[in-house]
Every structure is written in structure tokens, then in C-alpha cells.
T-cell receptor
Framework: KAGVTQTPRYLIKTRGQQVTLSCSPI?????VSWYQQTPGQGLQFLFE???????NKGNFPGRFSGRQFSNSRSEMNVSTLELGDSALYLC?????????????FGDGTRLSIL | GDSVTQMEGPVTLSEEAFLTINCTYT??????LFWYVQYPGEGLQLLLK?????DKGSNKGFEATYRKETTSFHLEKGSVQVSDSAVYFC????????????FGSGTRLQVQP
């Protein structure tokens, strides 16, 4: 069974630009979550999607948004990029997003802002 | 709110030494607990899990027991290998409310031959 696939693996952008990251969950998984990993703040939850609806949201500004498609694939968008947005962005999936189900992570997209 | 506290790293051990990485948590109700491992340049891999008090999760020689009375989920391995060198994250999933993992800060393990 293929794992969680994130594309691209690396991105370099400049301040003020916008970026879209993509995530394909494990086949059959309907819940997709996004996390930001930085050396200073560690791993922080961005949002979770289930059946094309945002079900949960973390404490990030509105510049961070996402969506989920009918095939459960998800995209995350960051607009008006800031230097502090440089991070590893991780996508995770689980079958139904139940509380006791583990989430399975992709290898992430490393975003660098110049 | 929920929180997870891990011991500071790095932890440096010789091959075949015993490993303990401490993890304590604060949460209401009965969270599920997880250990994830991250190798350089990769995402997080689920190492083991426990979903109720006194459960013991185990995988690849690693073990952790969900202790409700001490709110702990310490990771142990009897004999580490160089290939175990990585960063280890303790995480919790709440039993109600927002479906999101709360992670500890991570503990880097370095195993020397």
C-alpha cells in the first residue's frame, strides 16, 4: 500500500509570493491533516479535512488555507509569504480521523522563503 | 490546554546500551498516546501507540506503557543500534474536541558504534 505522498519535496519562494502544496493520502483514508515543523516552534497543527470539509483548525493566520477534493487529496495554500513561513510542512492521513487512530505522515515539503 | 513534555536531548549512547526517553503529558479525559520517529530528511513514522491506561505499545524492540496515574508514556529499548539514531517525538490525541496531535519537542538520539 502506497504511503502518504507530498509534492513537491522542496520549494524556494520569495517574500510576498504564494505557494500551493499537495498531499495524496493513503488509499482509503478520508481524513487529512497538515502540520508545520520549525526548529523554534516544533510541530504545530494547521488544519484537518474530512469529506471535503475543514473539520478542525489550528492557530494560524488566514494566509494559511487548504482544501480537500472528492478523492481525498488535499492542497494547502499560503499567501503573502513571510520569512517565518520557512518550515517543513507535513501532511498526515488516517481512515476516519477518529481520536484513537494514528496518523500516517508523508515526507513533507520543505519550504524556504528568501 | 493539552501539552506533552519530553526530556531534552541529545541523548548519546553506545551501541547495545539501554534507552529511556521520558514523556509526560497533560490532558483532560483519556487521550491516546503515540511515539513517532523522524530520520534525517524524512517525515514522521509511527513507532508505537497506546489508547488506554496500562496498554503497552511495542514495535521493533521499543516499548512504552500508558501510565494514567503518573501521566507518562516513557519510551524504552533494551539494546540500541546505530540505526536507531533519529529524533523521537511523543504525541497525544485527545479523547474529545479538536482532532489534532499535540507533540513534544522531540529528543534526538545518537548511538555510537
Amino acid at each position: 500500500k502506497a504511503g502518504v505522498t507530498q509534492t513537491p519535496r522542496y520549494l524556494i519562494k520569495t517574500r510576498g509570493q504564494q505557494v500551493t502544496l499537495s498531499c495524496s493520502p493513503i488509499s482509503g483514508h478520508r481524513s487529512v491533516s497538515w502540520y508545520q515543523q520549525t526548529p523554534g516552534q516544533g510541530l504545530q497543527f494547521l488544519f484537518e479535512y474530512f469529506s471535503e470539509t475543514q473539520r478542525n483548525k489550528g492557530n494560524f493566520p488566514g494566509r494559511f488555507s487548504g482544501r480537500q477534493f472528492s478523492n481525498s487529496r488535499s492542497e494547502m495554500n499560503v499567501s503573502t509569504l513571510e520569512l517565518g513561513d520557512s518550515a517543513l510542512y507535513l501532511c498526515a492521513s488516517s481512515p476516519q480521523g477518529e481520536f484513537n487512530q494514528p496518523q500516517h505522515f508523508g515526507d513533507g515539503t520543505r519550504l524556504s522563503i528568501l | 490546554g493539552d501539552s506533552v513534555t519530553q526530556m531534552e536531548g541529545p541523548v548519546t549512547l553506545s551501541e547495545e546500551a539501554f534507552l529511556t526517553i521520558n514523556c509526560t503529558y497533560t490532558a483532560t479525559g483519556y487521550p491516546s498516546l503515540f511515539w513517532y520517529v523522524q530520520y534525517p530528511g524524512e517525515g514522521l513514522q509511527l513507532l508505537l501507540k497506546a489508547t488506554k491506561a496500562d496498554d503497552k505499545g511495542s514495535n521493533k524492540g521499543f516499548e512504552a506503557t500508558y501510565r494514567k496515574e503518573t501521566t507518562s508514556f516513557h519510551l524504552e529499548k533494551g539494546s540500541v543500534q546505530v540505526s536507531d539514531s533519529a529524533v523521537y517525538f511523543c504525541a497525544l490525541s485527545p479523547s474529545t474536541g479538536r482532532r489534532a496531535l499535540t507533540f513534544g519537542s522531540g529528543t534526538r538520539l545518537q548511538v555510537q558504534p
